[in-house]
């Protein structure tokens, strides 16, 4: 299969160049650049030197349509309302890295990117690709909306509360924490190393994009949902995700019932790994891999369940993740290119 990455330069497209570089099924990777064309690419990332080197091509969307078979684009947020529809209509499927093709309502888009949204026809197209969630929707699609690092954090970590009713969706509280990297290749004055470093900051207070992509899944698991708190903070590390999430029982229960919950919800999925009782996974558990891994308990003194899920934001929040949704559009393994360990320590 040929792929072509759009945005190659950028954090997230490295990781795809990465992956894809020794996936079974990619034979040709076309690396693209609007900034950089003309260059090769192993001269800026010396060290993702193997075998043959890469010259960085002018984003030609009616050509990569009919020459690729599947194009990422790990581009800012308003590059793929302009490019995806662009893109559609030849032989290409299209994955789409950031944020415009996740929220149905144009509105919403308008309200919380300050961009405007993308045409009905395309959003009516893009799948959300949260593959424990979406499976069947996502192998019949030709554009996925790759889900935002956090949201894949936090509606990993609630799904099976919510979508089986037991806690009320109004005391959902989604205490997050990211690594600079979340933020991409370009520092700004939160990300700047002196700032960052040896500091703690939350950021974006009730002002998050990402808060109503999580409502926007939350409403189809539970069309009672209520609106949520989700929080973030900048942590100094490169990469990780942890969201600790709070929510109130509706009625009594043991933790054992709850770990058995997450236990069969999640037995079948290969990059969902639910702890043992008593548990807590940190972010070098999944450091460089697709996984996700979840700890839960219940405090029987406030009937408050906690729930720890953490990911690599540069991996199943985006680039491992797009490939996984790429295995499944294409009917292939959904683990095909993705069954490394975490790197450790
Ligand atoms: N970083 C993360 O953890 C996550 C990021 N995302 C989303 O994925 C997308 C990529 O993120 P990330 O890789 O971190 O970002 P980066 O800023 O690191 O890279 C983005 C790349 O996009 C390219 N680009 C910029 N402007 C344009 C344009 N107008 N047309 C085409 N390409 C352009 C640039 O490459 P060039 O100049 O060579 O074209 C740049 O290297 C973003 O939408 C981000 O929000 C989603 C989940 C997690
Ligand atoms: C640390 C950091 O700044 N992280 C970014 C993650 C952005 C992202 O993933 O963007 P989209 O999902 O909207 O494409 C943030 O919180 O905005």
């Not at 190659?8 to 795809?16: F, K, P, R, W």
């Not at 078979?69 to 559609?88: E, K, Y």
């Not at 509706?250 to 290969?270: F, R, W």
């Amino acid at each position: 299969m040929k792929a072509g990455i759009v945005g190659a330069t950028g954090y997230g497209g490295i990781e795809l160049f990465r992956i894809l570089n020794v996936h079974p099924q990619i034979d040709d990777i076309t690396l693209y650049s609007s900034s950089q064309a003309g260059e090769y690419f192993e001269d800026i990332y010396p060290q993702m030197q193997r075998g043959q080197s890469h010259i960085l091509a002018d984003v030609e969307p009616d050509k990569m349509k009919e020459d690729l078979d599947v194009v990422f684009l790990a581009t800012p947020a308003g590059v793929s309302i302009d490019l995806t529809p662009q893109l559609q209509g030849g032989k290409a499927k299209v994955i789409d890295l950031s944020g415009d093709l996740r929220l149905k309502d144009q509105s919403l888009y308008k309200q919380w990117y300050k961009k405007e949204p993308a045409g009905e026809a395309v959003l009516g197209a893009a799948v959300y690709g949260l593959p424990e969630w979406n499976k069947e929707n996502i192998q019949q699609a030709d554009v996925i909306a790759n889900p935002g690092c956090f949201p894949t954090a936090a509606l990993l970590g609630v799904g099976p509360i919510i979508k089986e009713r037991l806690a009320s969706p109004s005391s959902l509280i989604i205490d997050a924490k990211s690594g600079v990297s979340g933020a991409g290749k370009n520092p700004n004055l939160i990300t700047h190393f002196a700032h960052a470093q040896e500091n703690f900051q939350i950021y974006k207070v009730n002002q998050h994009q990402h808060i109503p992509e999580i409502e926007q899944q939350l409403q189809q698991w539970d069309e009672d949902s209520q609106p949520v708190t989700f929080s973030t903070h900048l942590v100094p590390m490169t990469k990780g995700i942890m969201a600790t999430i709070y929510l109130q029982l509706n009625e009594e229960m043991t933790v054992e019932k709850l770990q058995s919950l997450y236990k069969s919800y999640y037995e079948k999925e290969p990059f969902v790994r639910v702890r043992e009782m008593g548990s807590f996974p940190c972010t070098k558990d999944v450091y460089g891999s697709n996984f996700c891994d979840i700890g839960i308990t219940l405090d029987p003194r406030t009937n408050r369940v906690t729930i720890v899920s953490v990911i690599d934001n540069l991996m199943k929040g985006a680039a491992s993740q797009a490939v996984q949704n790429m295995n499944l559009l294409f009917q292939a393994d959904e683990r095909a290119g993705l069954l490394t360990l975490p790197v450790y320590p």
